[in-house]
């Protein structure tokens, strides 16, 4: 059944089968210069299995129009799974209503929306905003933009040279003139989990408002936004095995009522006259025009999939993965792993001495290892620890110990070919 | 096949420009600068010029971080650019782009062919081409726009 696996193993669990899993991914099947695929980028997009394609397909052959507007038998039954969708998507991240739901383009656009829509009003000259050092470039760009248009103070928290975060820190650069931390939950380039609802708490103590940018926490383990308390998380579709172009922001009501529009157009009014408007309520109020429909329902067909599964066992086979790989590394001395934070999320990042990561990555991918090498989009976290860029192997539900030996391999003949 | 694209990408020259590259550091007195970066690599290459008459390259030296592909080919083309003038070195360029694109490289006289074809490999791999022409690039806005 899942032999293969467990006998190298033995210490998968029996409730998750990720050769099984693998055979839900068509494209594992194929290979690149004649060599079997070895997907390690799952970090920056993971692959979609069978059913959100089909399900995708099915929908724009059977039941696809435009939502919300149309009378019609089929603008009903798009209407219908959009909403469908919107109410996937609350059960996943178990929010309290549909309506605190914003489907959004990605990640992305959630966390501009919330830059803009939310706090741009709040911001006066020297407000703060704390975030971490590990943050992505999305949670940094968009409060940029408030300390460049409107003077806002960006208060950087480091992380340990593990790259776990010190929660003491983060807890002391929160002041009477803090109006929000946006923090992720799961760094893209270390791995390191923060601690959610320890930083909630805090925040809240000193009445303070937290958004996480849960791109990539939400794949890795489930995400309760009420027992959090947290106000503000944002999703994207295709880091969760759903298609690229749709996401999510889950904010808390109180929040979405008190929030100005973000994109003007259709979809989002009460009512448009010459000289005054009003606007629809939230979420509408905040998917202006028409909707990537057909991704949405992939989306939700995606976050269905990932459900079926034990998350708990799909995260521990993550984890053997990350721990089996770290063990393999370590015969190599010529190489650092960047990110040893405890319980972190499968991700492993690591500097080679004497090979750049473009090197290395073009070599891996001869033998059909697909690794991501870069700045990750997370130049600040680099500068904290000295490198100009970093290679990355993440690793997703459908990975197996094989592939961890593909790249330990790919390795070796690379560090025979570069020096 | 693989493997031979790889060691033809990776041969022993570029590692050996890489590793040990010709005329680096800064260029005291440089009559022209300029910074070039690459945000997908992180690759960063700084060229110095001492331009003469016609804008011939009396002198050149270039600092850099990043891949091998990036340092190497800047460490080959101050090897090269060095007396020229920049019709000549405008011409080398050109012969170089055509090159690493896997494009007709013939316009090149034959002894800077022979020389630049070690750089040729690249072309197998469209995704490193950049890294490749980084420092030409920024040669020619040290040229144009980097009088100091």
Redesign the interface.
């Given at each position: 059944m899942n032999a293969p696996v467990l006998n190298q193993t033995g210490k998968i669990s029996a409730s998750f089968d990720a050769e099984k899993a693998r055979g839900d991914f068509e494209i594992l099947s194929r290979t690149v210069y004649g060599k079997p695929l070895v997907y390690l980028d799952s970090g920056a997009s993971a692959q979609k299995p069978r059913v959100v394609l089909d399900a995708m397909r099915d929908f724009a052959q059977s039941e696809y129009a435009n939502v919300h507007r149309g009378v019609h038998f089929l603008s009903a039954a798009a209407t219908d799974r959009y909403e469908a969708a919107r109410r996937t998507v609350q059960k996943f991240l178990n929010a309290a209503r549909e309506d605190e739901i914003v489907f959004t383009k990605g990640g992305t656009e959630a966390i501009n929306l919330v830059s803009y829509s939310y706090l741009a009003p709040l911001i006066q000259p020297g407000d703060e905003i704390v975030l971490t050092v590990m943050e992505h470039h999305s949670n940094i760009v968009p409060w940029h933009f408030l300390r460049e248009r409107q003077g806002a103070v960006l208060r950087w928290v480091d992380v340990r040279d593990d790259g776990s975060l010190d929660i003491e820190a983060l807890d002391a650069a929160i002041n009477a003139k803090t109006k929000l931390v946006a923090v992720t939950h799961m760094s893209n380039v270390l791995g390191t989990i923060t601690p959610l609802k320890d930083i909630v708490a805090r925040a809240h103590a000193k009445g303070v408002p937290v958004l996480a940018d849960g791109c990539q926490g939400a794949v890795h383990e489930p995400v309760d936004v009420q027992a959090l308390d947290i106000d503000f998380y944002a999703i994207t579709g295709h880091k969760l095995y759903g298609p690229t172009g749709i996401g999510a922001l889950y904010a808390k009501r109180a929040h979405l009522k008190a929030m100005r529009p973000f994109n003007g157009g259709g979809e989002m009014i009460r009512e448009v006259m010459k000289d005054r408007i009003t606007y629809a309520d939230a979420p509408a109020r905040f998917e202006a025009g028409t909707p990537p429909i057909i991704e949405t329902v992939g989306l939700a067909t995606a976050l269905d999939y990932l459900s079926a599964f034990d998350r708990k066992a799909v995260a521990a086979h993550e984890y053997d993965l990350l721990a089996y790989a770290r063990e393999q590394v370590k015969q190599f001395n010529w190489l650092r792993v960047i990110g040893d934070a405890p319980g972190k999320g499968a991700i492993l990042s690591f500097e080679a001495e004497g090979m750049h990561a473009h090197d290395l990555a073009t070599i891996l991918d001869r033998e059909g290892v697909a690794v991501r090498a870069g700045h990750h989009c997370a130049q600040v976290l680099m500068e904290r620890f000295g490198v100009a860029s970093t290679s990355r192997a993440s690793f997703a539900l459908y990975n197996t110990r094989a592939d961890v030996d593909a790249l330990i391999a790919g390795l070796s003949k690379a560090r025979g070919i570069l020096t | 096949?693989?493997?031979n694209?790889?060691?033809e990408?990776?041969q022993e020259v570029i590692?050996d420009h890489s590793r040990h590259p010709r005329h680096y550091g800064a260029l005291e007195g440089a009559s022209h600068k300029a910074e070039g970066y690459n945000p997908?690599?992180?690759?960063?290459v700084t060229v110095y010029l001492k331009l003469g008459e016609d804008n011939r390259v009396a002198d050149i030296k270039f600092e850099g971080?990043?891949?091998?592909?990036s340092q190497a080919s800047a460490s080959m083309m101050t090897d090269m650019l060095k007396g020229r003038t920049a019709a000549e070195a405008e011409r080398l360029m050109q012969g170089f782009l055509h090159l690493v694109k896997g494009e007709d490289a013939s316009d090149l006289p034959e002894d800077d062919r022979e020389r630049l074809e070690v750089m040729g490999g690249i072309s197998e791999?469209p995704?490193?081409v950049k890294?490749a022409t980084l420092a030409w690039h920024t040669y020619r806005n040290a040229v144009e726009e980097g009088a100091t």
């Open positions: - | 096949m693989t493997d694209a790889l060691r990408l990776y590692l997908l690599c992180g690759d960063r971080k990043g891949c091998a592909i791999f995704m490193r890294c």
